[in-house]
């Protein structure tokens, strides 16, 4: 059974910087995919960031470019997200999520193993 967990959400100011942390376990794929969704109160979860894991390719929401990075440990099978220049829009719960995948899409529904969230708010 595949479980995923997110953690390393929080409060900051403007401009300040967090890194959220994921854990997926369970996974039998030969290669796949793993991203970062958010979604603010009342919008549509969206894709910010996503990597294969083998290859490492990555993408990237225009919104985030320069300013997030996505990142890979695979000895301990995390994916982080660190993010810096944070802004007000950029509040909302994220969202890690994996599937068998050998390309990298922003597409919530290619994605099929979601963990519970965690949220990020930035103050302004």
Avoid: H
């Avoid at 967990?5 to 959220?20: A, D, H, P």
């Avoid at 922003?106 to 930035?122: A, I, R």
Wanted: charged share 15%; proline share 2%; with cysteine.
């Amino acid at each position: 059974q595949v479980q995923v967990v997110e953690s390393g959400g929080g409060l900051v100011q403007t401009g300040g910087s967090l890194r959220l942390s994921c854990t997926a376990s369970g996974l039998t794929f030969d290669d796949y995919a793993m991203g970062w969704f958010r979604q603010a109160p009342g919008k549509e979860r969206e894709g910010v960031s996503c990597i294969t894991w083998t290859g490492g390719r990555t993408s990237y929401a225009d919104s985030v470019k320069g300013r997030f990075t996505i990142s890979q440990d695979m000895a301990k099978n995390t994916l982080y997200l660190q993010m810096n220049r944070l802004k007000p829009e950029d509040t909302g719960m994220y969202y890690c999520a994996t599937n068998a995948l050998d390309y990298c899409a922003l597409v919530p529904s290619y994605f099929t193993y979601w963990g519970q969230g965690t949220q990020v708010t930035v103050s302004s």
